[in-house]
């Protein structure tokens, strides 16, 4: 499971020019499922994102997780994670997981971010989505479990 995380101050994703998912400060999780994922890796994930100090103190280190300022998640699926540009110009995604078993997944992940008491939203699983956001720092971070 990998997932790129960015601090954000706003984020919300479009389907079909309509809103999904809007968050206020806190973290914008693009979430990329593999096909050896399994149900235990949403907890993994979710409770490093949830306890992961990258929000600034006072002295401007990073001290807070998005639970300590009272931070959103905004939660995108994005297969692209997976993407293999050792070969020629096409990337491949054969190590992606195939839709059912990365569906299942990507709800699941969401659950257990919600589990934890943070206010979460997300984009529709398979859809073209329009993300946008607001970058606080900015500050992005790759995870991998």
């Known amino acids: 499971m990998r997932a790129l995380l960015q601090r954000v101050s706003s ?47 006072e002295e401007g280190k990073f001290h807070y997780s998005v639970m300590d300022v009272g931070g959103e998640v905004l939660v995108v699926s994005q297969f692209t994670l997976y993407a293999d540009c050792s070969r020629g110009r096409r990337p491949s995604f054969t190590q992606a997981a195939a839709a059912e078993t990365a569906t299942l997944l990507y709800e699941n992940f969401i659950n257990e971010l919600k589990k934890m008491g943070l206010k979460v939203e997300s984009g529709i699983f398979g859809k073209h989505m329009d993300v946008s956001l607001v970058n606080d720092g900015p500050v992005t971070i790759f995870l991998e479990c």
Do not use: P, T
Not at 21 to 50: H, T, Y
């Open 11 to 57: 984020a919300q994703v479009k389907v079909d020019g309509q809103v999904v998912g809007s968050i206020g400060r806190g973290l914008l999780v693009f979430l990329g499922v593999g096909q050896e994922d399994k149900a235990e890796k949403c907890r993994e994930m979710a409770q490093k994102i949830c306890h992961l100090r990258i929000f600034e103190n």
